[in-house]
T-cell receptor, first 115, second 112 residues
Framework: DTGVSQDPRHKITKRGQNVTFRCDPISEHNRLYWYRQTLGQGPEFLTY????????KSRLLSDRFSAERPKGSFSTLEIQRTEQGDSAMYLC?????????????FGPGTRLLVL | DAKTTQPPSMDCAEGRAANLPCNHS???????VYWYRQIHSQGPQYIIHGLKNNETNEMASLIITEDRKSSTLILPHATLRDTAVYYC?????????????FGQGTRLTINP
C-alpha cells in the first residue's frame, strides 16, 4: 500500500454513460498525475496537477475527459459519453515537490469496462 | 525524455540474482534513470532511481555505466513474488510535469 487510494476499483458501464473516478493522494504530496493503461501496454500520461492547478494535459485527454483537483487535495477524473475504447485501467500517482529526482507513487487503479 | 530499450521477457530461478538490462543511449546529463515494476492487475510500484552513481535500497540495486548509456537493475535474491513487468524510465529531474513515459518493459518470470 503506497498511501494513494482510488475509488472505485472496478467500474462497468454502458456506452454513452458518464463515469467519475476519485483519487486520494498521499497527504503531503502536492503533485498529482493521472495515467491510463490499456491491456498489454505500459501506462500513458493523461494529465498533471500541481496543487489545484492543472498544468499539463496529454493529447489523449479528449473533450469528453475532465479532471479536477479542488483545494489541491483529492482529484476526480470524469469521462462523459463513454465509448468502448475508454475501457482501460485508470491510474493515479502522487509525488512531492522536490525539484530533482521526484518519485511518483501509484494507487491501485480503477479498471473501467465499457459495454 | 530519452527512449529506453529493454528485452521483452526474461526468466530467473528462485533464489538467484535477477539482472535486468536497460539501454538509454540518448540520455541527457540531467536525466534520471527510474525503475518501476507492475505486478498483474496492480498499480506500478517504485523500485529505485539514480543519476550517475550506483544505488542500493532494500528492494534492489541499480548499476549505471560510466557513460550512462545503459543500466542494470539487480534483484539479489529473486522470489516468486518478484514476477512482474519491470519498466526502465529516464526522466528529467527538474521543475515541470515530470511525467513518466513507460515503454513495454521486461516481463520477468521467476521460476521455482
Amino acid at each position: 500500500d503506497t498511501g494513494v487510494s482510488q475509488d472505485p476499483r472496478h467500474k462497468i458501464t454502458k456506452r454513452g454513460q458518464n463515469v467519475t473516478f476519485r483519487c486520494d493522494p498521499i497527504s503531503e504530496h502536492n503533485r498529482l498525475y493521472w495515467y491510463r493503461q490499456t491491456l498489454g501496454q505500459g501506462p500513458e500520461f493523461l494529465t498533471y496537477f500541481q496543487n489545484e492547478a492543472q498544468l499539463e494535459k496529454s493529447r489523449l485527454l479528449s473533450d469528453r475527459f475532465s479532471a479536477e483537483r479542488p483545494k489541491g487535495s483529492f482529484s476526480t477524473l470524469e469521462i462523459q459519453r463513454t465509448e468502448q475504447g475508454d475501457s482501460a485501467m485508470y491510474l493515479c500517482a502522487s509525488g512531492p515537490r522536490r525539484g530533482r529526482g521526484e518519485t511518483q507513487y501509484f494507487g491501485p487503479g480503477t479498471r473501467l469496462l465499457v459495454l | 525524455d530519452a527512449k529506453t530499450t529493454q528485452p521483452p521477457s526474461m526468466d530467473c530461478a528462485e533464489g538467484r540474482a535477477a539482472n535486468l538490462p536497460c539501454n538509454h543511449s540518448t540520455i541527457s546529463g540531467n536525466e534520471y534513470v527510474y525503475w518501476y515494476r507492475q505486478i498483474h492487475s496492480q498499480g506500478p510500484q517504485y523500485i529505485i532511481h539514480g543519476l550517475k552513481n550506483n544505488e542500493t535500497n532494500e528492494m534492489a540495486s541499480l548499476i549505471i555505466t560510466e557513460d550512462r548509456k545503459s543500466s542494470t537493475l539487480i534483484l539479489p535474491h529473486a522470489t516468486l513474488r518478484d514476477t512482474a513487468v519491470y519498466y526502465c524510465i529516464v526522466r528529467v529531474g527538474v521543475q515541470g510535469a515530470q511525467k513518466l513515459v513507460f515503454g513495454q518493459g521486461t516481463r520477468l518470470t521467476i521460476n521455482p
